[in-house]
């Protein structure tokens, strides 16, 4: 009953509060050199923050956010938007990442995936080459987990942050989040890994290329090079419709698209498309208007290769992690199942750090970890504090 009680008043709180309102703010080194030796000039991100810096600078939480997500994790940027941010729930005033006490920021990754949404600064494929004066396209380098965190690293070090209190993202976030502890053992206090890992296997890795397959076959794609032509929008609807199935768990996608049961056509002609199908892949159109062909297969790959460390023993890697840990994977996952959570766990324990460990249930599974996150607000606001 006190458990119940206690995740009434921190839905109630979270639904109640009044939004905060944000802006974005431009990041930009005059150079970068990836992970591969490749240099980008220059490199922009955009960034967001919530909550005011304390003058010794040590109040400090860095939000890494998931594959198709952006900087906003939080707030508004004007009144009469339709959502806030994606963690609203939890950062804010008052709520579990309490804004009256940290000052939260997030940035967007290099090769955001929505890089034509007005509210997304990022370095990527589908920027302008100064070099060429066209878009970079497959010239721009291959990205990793470890090119991200370096990114945001420079921003921090700009503003002149020197420690984390905490390092806290979901999924792709998950990866950013614990690569910073491994790589920065002594500027990351605490870890928050939210359906997440500590490194992708083989059989997760090869689930991801059936994201970028429909790209890469469009024949629109043009080996990149389309960007005087028109996005590949088949093959990135058709991408990003698989996307949002491999988010969601049965008990959430059922309910929610036509039953094949009631779906006539499908008696009729072999060709028909299952209702269901149409529905999300129309959906998926209306995402793609902001986001790019070759930015989704970046992020594949930078998802594909990620391992702690970044090297070849990230169980190894994982034994320079200081950070006091909490895992938080979601009970019905399948895309990043809490197996690799607890797997990850595991290793961190072998390792001589002792993580904590809970799930968030729901019926949405992998997407749990975004709308549901709500359900573990109190114990993010204890580990926090």
Known sequence: MRLITSLIF???????AEPLMVEKQRF??????????QVITPVNIGWEAYGTLNSDKSNAILITHFFSGTSHAAGKYQANDTAPGYWDAIIGPGKAI???????????????ANVFDKNVITTGPATVNPASGKPYGLSF?????????????ALLDSLGIKKLHAVIGPSMGSFQAIEWAVRYPDKVARLIPVIGSAYM?????????????PILQDPSWHNGNYYDKGQPIQGLSTALAYITQDALHPDGFNPRYPAISTDTGLHQRIDALPLAWQQLLAQARLRAEKQDANHILYLVRASQLWRAGMGDNWQQALGRVKAKTLFLPASGDLLLP????????????????????????????????????????????????
Request: glycine share 6%.
């Open 201 to 213: 296997d083989t059989y997760s890795a090869i689930k991801l290329q059936r994201w970028a397959y």
């Open 98 to 112: 309490d804004t009256n006490k940290f000052y939260v920021i997030s940035s967007d990754t290099l090769v955001n």
């Open 28 to 37: 930009t080194l005059d150079s970068f050199t990836t992970a591969n030796g």
């Open 10 to 16: 921190w839905v109630a709180l979270a639904v109640s």
């Open 141 to 153: 380098p291959v990205v990793t987990i470890g090119d991200f965190v370096e990114v945001q690293k």
């Open 338 to 385: 809490p197996a690799l959570s607890k797997h990850s766990a595991a290793a961190m324990s072998a390792a001589g750090n002792q993580p904590q460990y809970a799930e968030i249930p729901g019926n949405f599974g992998h997407l749990d970890g975004v709308i549901g996150i709500a359900a573990v607000a109190q114990q993010i606001s204890t580990f926090l504090n």
